[in-house]
């Protein structure tokens, strides 16, 4: 397959993820929760948290977590800016996550965003997007704390290194993070990003690091993170040092629902 089809491959993948029923586009809600058991609209039973977990009461209504019926207090201790877990209730699934504090995020697949869903836009495949790079690695991982695109939030991650590439001879540094599936991941901003890309980040998955530690970045392959798409995402900034200079005329650009 050509670099192109290789892509475009790639590019309807994503397209067919991003329309899962159940996906970021499906989101309609997001609260953070209070100290005090409290009810939220169209939702069942009550909800909660206090400073170690989230607490969901049913209140004889009907659901689920990870397949069994809830029937009686649910408590939910997670991981600070970890994966989120969901509770099912009818048509609806209920993220609860840990931001800081815990929230509760409703995915709907009658969701208007969902609905309207027109793909992705984006640049042509170009192979000059295409760097090979050097991945050093911290002596010990490091916890780094960036912010995020909801007001006075933070996200802590951990950064294992750093990735260095060149173009026209200008070499170029980038702190990674590690990838929730394996390799590593770099969030970053370039002259592109509000103007013709998302103005707060986009996203870069690079393979884990051959002998040597040398890495390939595939621009092309950057893509928007959830808050490209939808207000109810509290995705994370990139890192200081993390804006390329030059334009980075490759990957998503800014979503058809935010032009």
């Keep these: 397959m050509t670099f192109a089809g290789e892509w475009q491959a790639w590019h309807t993948e994503r397209e067919q993820g991003l329309a899962d029923p ?7 809600s997001l609260d953070w929760l209070e100290d005090g058991p409290r009810s939220y609209p169209g ?8 400073s170690e977990a989230a607490y969901f009461d049913p209140q004889g209504a009907s659901a ?4 069994g019926a809830v029937t009686e207090v649910l408590r939910l201790e997670l991981v600070n800016s970890g994966s989120g ?16 504090g815990y929230l509760i ?15 992705v836009p984006a640049y042509e495949p170009s192979e000059s997007f295409v760097f090979s790079g050097v991945f050093e690695p911290f002596d010990a991982p490091r916890p780094t704390t960036v912010g995020a695109v909801v007001e006075g939030l933070s996200h802590v991650y951990t950064a294992p290194g750093l990735v260095r590439f060149s173009r026209d001879g ?3 540094t980038l702190t990674a993070f590690n990838g929730k599936s394996g390799g590593l991941s770099i969030l970053f901003t370039d002259a592109t990003s509000g103007v013709t890309t998302y103005a707060a980040n986009r996203s870069l998955a690079v393979a884990a690091p051959a002998s040597g530690g040398a890495v390939t970045l595939d621009f092309n392959r950057a893509v928007n993170l959830p808050c490209a798409f939808t207000d109810f995402a509290t995705c994370p900034l990139p890192p200081e040092g993390n804006r ?16």
């Excluded at 159940?22 to 309609?28: E, H, K």
């Excluded at 939702?43 to 206090?50: I, R, T």
């Excluded at 995020?105 to 793909?119: C, I, N, Q, T, W």
């Design 22 to 28: 159940y996906g970021w586009l499906a989101l309609v």
């Design 43 to 50: 939702l069942p039973g009550l909800w909660w948290q206090d």
């Design 64 to 67: 689920t977590y990870e397949g």
């Design 85 to 100: 877990v969901r509770i099912i209730a009818g048509d609806l699934e209920i993220e609860v996550a840990r931001r800081s």
């Design 105 to 119: 995020r409703v995915h709907d697949p009658k969701a208007p965003v969902l609905r309207e869903f027109r793909g």
């Design 170 to 172: 200008v070499e170029h």
């Design 244 to 259: 390329l200079p030059f334009p980075v005329e490759a990957g998503e650009k800014t979503p058809y629902e935010r032009s």
